[in-house]
């Protein structure tokens, strides 16, 4: 019986772990091309769930989550044109500045916005409860999300290795000069990829919503998850970061089933412990312009 | 002017002389609670699985519910901590699941608590859910069907007493939409500092710390007018339980909550719900 409880933990652990795929994918692409690790990732998160609670009000459950991440992602258009392209070749310190700042001025936008007080929103009656799988629960909401999940993981996977797009995206990872001297210039792709991240972290939080509370700092509480995952993946690999997100989740399920309290804890000893053996993530690539 | 933080430690161990508190310590939280399920017959012989948040103020809400569930013969069958940075509880429900409790009772604090309803209604596990400690906003945020069980608070905007009603009505009418709980305190705080000064001519700390000292009555737009108790400068006033109401009934977003009759009865001294003195080692 314990055996199955652990292995319970388990399959829900991946669950989560999709979860923080989510908004940790985003992150670790923008980063990998742009250079930039964007501290206001968690700030597009938190619009992405206010967003959705006021679409859902007028349009309803479904729409919302779609049109929530599109709008976001289109906000993103702008603050890759007119803030983060600044400071692609700029000394990264300015980067990290630029978008903490952000991340308090979104913050305190939302408070004005929408008040400081938590929003309350609620998942369609259907998808309220558990099922079954044999002996092991599950949220009817989670699974649905996995599914949402994959099916993103899917589409990104296959823009990134299957499209002269990706190409380009992969390329530019790697040898940013290269692209250049080909005549391709890499702005209208940085700007896609931004988009993409940030339209992804807006879908976590148009998602959570309904099972977390909706509050405008929000974003802050996901973000230190969210850098967790892409610092043990290893930055430019997509499947590093799928895996140290799963791995993330499980650890996090185990933990919790032996030593409740240290649940937060488990996952900034589990990057300390990757980080020891592997300085560069588990499937991290060289990427000589980092270096 | 103490206006937020509940731990019993603050007015015991640690109580101050120039520190007076306003809202209702986490004995009195677990006392309000706590005789509504005993009430319920949710409390002799049960099991309890109880979710603490890891902090002092958890910590001292779970050594409160411990006692009052081995004064009222509650089990406890399972106690978490939780860290405070927990948004996620899908693996705490999981236990909650394998060890069966009879109620699983909530010792968290501030918007953990939504989180945790919210989840629990996610996943739409089958024992009761109750808790010690819930802020009139985080219900709200908890959203329609999420919230179920018993829960305590200082004071509700349904209130039914005159200056209740007319503090309510002038907040609405200024904010356009009613007060919450912390609005309350510091309302009665002000008032009462007000009073105060009026009373005594003077700011100065050592008369005003007198006047409230003589245990002066103060009007704290409830049923039972309040003192601070001399001896550990705590408010002496009502709690109430609430519930929730059922789908449908409430009037709008902010009448979900159905407040139960407050504690202590009518007949007996507001000091029953408190820590007696033998219980708090407060000494200024």
Same mark, same amino acid.
């Given at each position: 019986m314990q055996f199955e409880f652990l292995l319970e933990q388990v399959v829900n652990g991946l669950v989560l772990g999709g979860y923080y795929l989510l908004i940790a994918l985003g992150l670790s692409l923008i980063f990998s091309v742009?250079?930039? *690790?964007?501290?206001?990732h968690g700030a597009f998160y938190a619009l992405g769930a206010y967003v959705s609670i006021e679409i859902t009000n007028y349009l309803g459950f479904g729409p919302a989550m779609v049109l929530s991440p599109i709008a976001v992602a289109m906000l993103g258009i702008l603050f890759e044109r007119f803030i983060?392209?600044?400071?692609?070749?700029?000394?990264?310190i300015l980067s990290l500045l630029v978008t903490f700042g952000l991340a308090m001025v979104a913050e305190q936008l939302i408070r004005i916005l929408w008040g400081a007080a938590p929003i309350s929103v609620s998942m369609p009656q259907g998808l309220k409860g558990s099922v079954f799988f044999g002996d092991f629960l599950f949220s009817r909401y989670r699974l649905m999300l996995l599914a949402v999940v994959a099916a993103v993981l899917v589409c990104v996977w296959l823009l990134l290795h299957k499209t002269s797009f990706g190409r380009v995206v992969r390329a530019g990872i790697q040898r940013p000069d290269m692209v250049a001297a080909l005549g391709i210039r890499l702005q209208p792709y940085m700007t896609a990829i931004v988009m993409l991240g940030v339209g992804m972290a807006a879908m976590g939080g148009a998602f959570f919503a309904p099972i977390t509370i909706v509050h405008p700092a929000m974003g802050a509480e996901i973000i230190t998850v969210a850098f967790v995952v892409v610092v043990i993946g290893g930055l430019g690999s997509f499947w590093g970061v799928v895996i140290a997100a799963l791995l993330v989740g499980v650890v996090r399920g185990i933990t919790i089933h032996f030593i409740p309290a240290a649940g937060e804890a488990s996952i900034y000893v589990l990057m300390f412990l990757v980080l020891l053996f592997r300085p560069r993530g588990l499937l991290g690539e060289r990427i000589e312009k980092f270096e | 002017m103490q206006i937020g933080a509940r731990s019993d430690a603050l007015r015991g161990?640690?109580?101050?002389?120039y520190t007076f508190h306003v809202d209702i310590p986490s004995t009195v939280m677990v006392n309000a609670v706590g005789k509504a399920l005993v009430r319920d017959n949710m409390m002799k012989d049960k099991k309890f699985y109880t979710l603490t948040a890891d902090y002092i103020f958890g910590h001292d809400l779970a050594r409160a519910a411990k006692s009052f569930f081995d004064a009222n013969g509650g089990k406890i069958i399972g106690d978490e901590l939780i860290a405070t940075? *927990?948004?996620?509880f899908s693996p705490y429900l999981l236990k909650i699941r394998q060890a069966k409790p009879d109620v699983v009772c909530s010792n968290l604090a501030g918007n953990q608590v939504t989180n945790l309803v919210k989840q629990y209604a996610e996943f739409g596990l089958p024992f009761p859910i109750v808790g010690f400690n819930l802020n009139t906003a985080d219900a709200w945020a908890?959203? @329609?069907?999420n919230l179920s069980g018993t829960w305590p608070t *200082?004071?509700?905007?349904?209130?039914?007493?005159p200056g209740s009603k007319t503090f309510v009505a002038d907040f609405i009418k200024k904010n356009g939409k009613p007060p919450e709980n912390h609005a309350w305190i510091e309302y009665v705080s002000l008032k009462m500092m007000a009073q105060a000064m009026n009373e005594t001519k003077s700011t100065d700390t050592d008369k005003l710390i007198a006047y409230f000292e003589k245990e002066t009555q103060f009007?704290?737009?409830?049923g039972r007018k309040g003192y601070f108790r001399?001896?550990?400068?705590q408010l002496m006033q009502e709690a109430y339980p609430f519930t929730v109401k059922a789908k449908?009934?409430?009037?709008?977003?902010?009448?979900?909550l159905e407040l139960g009759s407050a504690?202590? @009865?009518?007949? @007996?001294?507001?000091?029953?719900i408190a820590l007696t003195k033998e219980q708090n080692p407060c000494s200024m």
């Amino acid at each position: 019986m314990q055996f199955e409880f652990l292995l319970e933990q388990v399959v829900n652990g991946l669950v989560l772990g999709g979860y923080y795929l989510l908004i940790a994918l985003g992150l670790s692409l923008i980063f990998s091309v742009g250079g930039v *690790v964007n501290l206001a990732h968690g700030a597009f998160y938190a619009l992405g769930a206010y967003v959705s609670i006021e679409i859902t009000n007028y349009l309803g459950f479904g729409p919302a989550m779609v049109l929530s991440p599109i709008a976001v992602a289109m906000l993103g258009i702008l603050f890759e044109r007119f803030i983060l392209r600044r400071f692609y070749t700029a000394d990264p310190i300015l980067s990290l500045l630029v978008t903490f700042g952000l991340a308090m001025v979104a913050e305190q936008l939302i408070r004005i916005l929408w008040g400081a007080a938590p929003i309350s929103v609620s998942m369609p009656q259907g998808l309220k409860g558990s099922v079954f799988f044999g002996d092991f629960l599950f949220s009817r909401y989670r699974l649905m999300l996995l599914a949402v999940v994959a099916a993103v993981l899917v589409c990104v996977w296959l823009l990134l290795h299957k499209t002269s797009f990706g190409r380009v995206v992969r390329a530019g990872i790697q040898r940013p000069d290269m692209v250049a001297a080909l005549g391709i210039r890499l702005q209208p792709y940085m700007t896609a990829i931004v988009m993409l991240g940030v339209g992804m972290a807006a879908m976590g939080g148009a998602f959570f919503a309904p099972i977390t509370i909706v509050h405008p700092a929000m974003g802050a509480e996901i973000i230190t998850v969210a850098f967790v995952v892409v610092v043990i993946g290893g930055l430019g690999s997509f499947w590093g970061v799928v895996i140290a997100a799963l791995l993330v989740g499980v650890v996090r399920g185990i933990t919790i089933h032996f030593i409740p309290a240290a649940g937060e804890a488990s996952i900034y000893v589990l990057m300390f412990l990757v980080l020891l053996f592997r300085p560069r993530g588990l499937l991290g690539e060289r990427i000589e312009k980092f270096e | 002017m103490q206006i937020g933080a509940r731990s019993d430690a603050l007015r015991g161990k640690n109580c101050n002389k120039y520190t007076f508190h306003v809202d209702i310590p986490s004995t009195v939280m677990v006392n309000a609670v706590g005789k509504a399920l005993v009430r319920d017959n949710m409390m002799k012989d049960k099991k309890f699985y109880t979710l603490t948040a890891d902090y002092i103020f958890g910590h001292d809400l779970a050594r409160a519910a411990k006692s009052f569930f081995d004064a009222n013969g509650g089990k406890i069958i399972g106690d978490e901590l939780i860290a405070t940075d *927990v948004t996620d509880f899908s693996p705490y429900l999981l236990k909650i699941r394998q060890a069966k409790p009879d109620v699983v009772c909530s010792n968290l604090a501030g918007n953990q608590v939504t989180n945790l309803v919210k989840q629990y209604a996610e996943f739409g596990l089958p024992f009761p859910i109750v808790g010690f400690n819930l802020n009139t906003a985080d219900a709200w945020a908890a959203g @329609e069907g999420n919230l179920s069980g018993t829960w305590p608070t *200082v004071w509700y905007h349904t209130l039914d007493v005159p200056g209740s009603k007319t503090f309510v009505a002038d907040f609405i009418k200024k904010n356009g939409k009613p007060p919450e709980n912390h609005a309350w305190i510091e309302y009665v705080s002000l008032k009462m500092m007000a009073q105060a000064m009026n009373e005594t001519k003077s700011t100065d700390t050592d008369k005003l710390i007198a006047y409230f000292e003589k245990e002066t009555q103060f009007d704290v737009l409830k049923g039972r007018k309040g003192y601070f108790r001399s001896w550990d400068h705590q408010l002496m006033q009502e709690a109430y339980p609430f519930t929730v109401k059922a789908k449908g009934k409430a009037k709008d977003k902010w009448d979900m909550l159905e407040l139960g009759s407050a504690i202590p @009865e009518p007949q @007996e001294s507001l000091e029953v719900i408190a820590l007696t003195k033998e219980q708090n080692p407060c000494s200024m």
